[in-house]
């Protein structure tokens, strides 16, 4: 029987992560914008393409962001989509489905074209520009819909505080990692591909939207943006990645005052009650909104569910959760429930990031052994490296509060400040189970998450990760007798205190540079506000409060 720790040797070739991306001026605003918005959409096809390989592909790295150079990043070839003319608007067709498509402007024509075909046939009144924040919720501007192309090309403002979200945006420790904008505006440039008629909302669509500064530059602290780059980087490498989240959450009734205090029962008594109607207008909404469901089942306790996404390519899997995360609450709702990703115990619930890696055309899983062995390739191996080498910081961005990381240590009596760090096969107790049975292929189950945290960081850190074990050593990780073991010369282990993940996230020079020094820097300082202000049991409430 396999054990749960395992070991790697030593890394022996350095590894330069990915750094920070900025963008250069212009001297127009609005010029700049529309211009972002195009190279978005359309992809930059003026420069030569730079190689993770290239001796040009390794920028320097430097605290002052003003001085981030900007990186090509060889695109995909276009994929070929049939669009017949007239034809129903269909959010789960190939065309509308892949947000990493790369745009022509005759595909961007047609794509608007369906879009206003959707729009006139469903009456629509109104689409959402939706953003995520810092923790992972939707943040939007609702538009009439008869101004929706005109903001396709000028983008929506808003507030940059309503995304980097934080108590206090003057607090000193703030003032010196470039928030001096805090009070500024951003610009949402939607995404086409993530439009999407809500069913849950009458007369009402929503847009995904890209942030960007008045300016044109990319919202460096957007975590969307943050996990596209890292896909980008991934796809530089030659690989692609196929992920699928697998969420808990729970749903309540009405909340009731009894003895003077307010108190919220589980909605569903029973463990095998789905409570079917509800379910299943969820599930159908999300199936309409691009989202698909592959299953839902009761979970471990009363009135708590899990639902199962099907694996996407990409950053859309991303998007589904992130869909899911607002559209639970809203059908919710409906049926006078209250949905949340916070267990009335106090503890968060699971966030499971189920992923495997492709080649580049999205045709050979990179995970799956020709041996029929029950074992992890070379390339998986270097992966999982990876993400046990950096679990403590990726532990930070995945379990981000101190609710959170009760799961960690709740089978422990022991009072140590860590746990270790597991894996093993088909073992669900791992922290990273790797799974090699089903139609699915060999894939990774990322269990260092919670429900509360941001999908797109998840995503970005864990690709940050697995890239740093894939250029990180040349060596074959496995053990005697090429058994399903290798080895680690330190073996890692998980901070049960979010100050000491803080620490570990502080430490990571490589996760530091793959997702960006003002990101890190802000998001160590907003955490650490929250620390210093807010106790358990005012941090459930916020909880409660907040991720309702």
């Known amino acids: 029987m ?66 981030d150079e900007t990186t090509v990043i060889k695109p995909l070839p276009p994929r070929t989509t049939t669009n017949v003319p007239g034809g129903e608007f269909n959010p789960n067709s190939d065309c509308m489905r892949d947000s990493s498509q790369i745009l022509t402007p005759p595909q961007l024509s047609s794509r608007m074209k369906h879009i206003r075909q959707a729009m006139a046939k469903n009456r629509l009144q109104f689409v959402r520009f ?27 403002c808003m507030p940059r505080g309503y995304l980097e979200v ?20 951003i610009v949402l440039m939607p995404e ?35 996990a596209k780059r890292q896909l980008s980087h991934l796809q530089a490498s030659g690989f692609s990645l196929l992920s699928a989240f697998i969420y808990d959450f729970c749903i309540f009734g009405v909340p009731e005052i009894l003895n003077s205090k307010i108190i919220s029962f589980p909605a569903l008594t029973f463990l095998n009650n789905h409570d079917q109607p509800f379910m299943q207008e969820l599930v159908d909404g999300l199936y309409h909104t691009g989202a698909n469901v592959e299953s839902f089942s009761s979970s471990t306790r009363p009135g708590q569910m899990e639902i199962s996404f099907l694996p996407e390519f990409g950053i859309s899997s991303a998007d589904n959760a992130f869909t899911l995360r607002t559209g639970v609450k809203e059908v919710a709702r409906k049926y006078n429930y209250i949905a949340s990703f916070f267990i009335e115990t106090g503890f968060c619930d699971s966030g499971i990031l189920s992923h495997s890696l492709w080649d580049v055309d999205r045709k050979k899983n990179m995970f799956c052994s ?29 379990a981000p509060s101190v ?20 894996w093993g096969y088909n073992d669900n107790s791992c922290i990273f189970n790797i799974k090699c049975h089903g139609e699915k292929g ?10 509360t945290a941001n999908p797109y960081l998840v995503l970005a850190a864990t690709v940050a990760a697995g890239l740093d074990g894939l250029h990180s050593s040349n060596e074959v990780l496995a053990g005697p007798d090429e058994s399903t073991d290798f080895y680690q010369v330190e073996p890692s282990e998980i901070p049960l205190k979010l100050e000491d993940a803080l620490v570990a996230l502080e430490e990571d020079q490589c996760l530091r540079q793959a997702l960006g020094e003002t990101f890190i820097r802000y998001f160590v300082a907003m955490k650490k506000y929250e620390l210093e202000n807010e106790e358990i049991a005012a941090e459930r409430n916020k909880f409660l409060e907040y991720f309702i």
Request: hydrophobic share 30%.
């Open 403 to 422: 609710s959170c990381r009760k799961r960690y240590s709740k089978d422990r009596k022991d009072l140590k400040k860590s746990v270790p760090t597991t």
């Open 192 to 226: 086409l591909s993530t439009f999407r008629v809500l069913p849950w909302a009458d007369r009402t669509a929503r847009v995904i939207c890209d942030t960007f500064t008045v300016t044109g530059e990319p919202l460096l602290t957007s975590p969307r943006y943050i």
């Open 130 to 156: 939706e953003a995520t924040d810092l923790h992972g919720v939707s943040r939007s501007k609702t538009i009439p819909a008869h101004f929706f192309q005109e903001k396709v090309s000028h983008g929506v």
């Open 2 to 67: 396999n054990t749960l720790r395992r070991t790697r040797k030593k890394v022996t070739k350095p590894y330069v992560c990915s750094t920070e991306v900025g963008e250069t001026d212009m001297s127009n605003s609005n010029e700049r914008i529309r211009n972002q918005m195009v190279c978005h959409k359309l992809g930059n096809t003026s420069k030569p393409i730079m190689g993770p390989g290239s001796a040009e592909s390794h920028l320097s790295y430097d605290d002052k962001d003003s001085q």
């Open 370 to 398: 020709t041996s029929g062995t029950e074992q992890l390739t070379i390339t998986g191996k270097k992966w999982l490296a990876g993400l046990l080498k950096h679990s403590a910081a990726l532990s930070c961005l995945m």
């Open 166 to 185: 934080i108590p206090n945006p003057k607090d000193n420790e703030m003032n010196n990692i470039r928030a001096t904008c805090f009070n500024s505006d």
């Open 442 to 451: 060999t894939r990774i189950e990322n269990k260092l998450g919670s429900a």
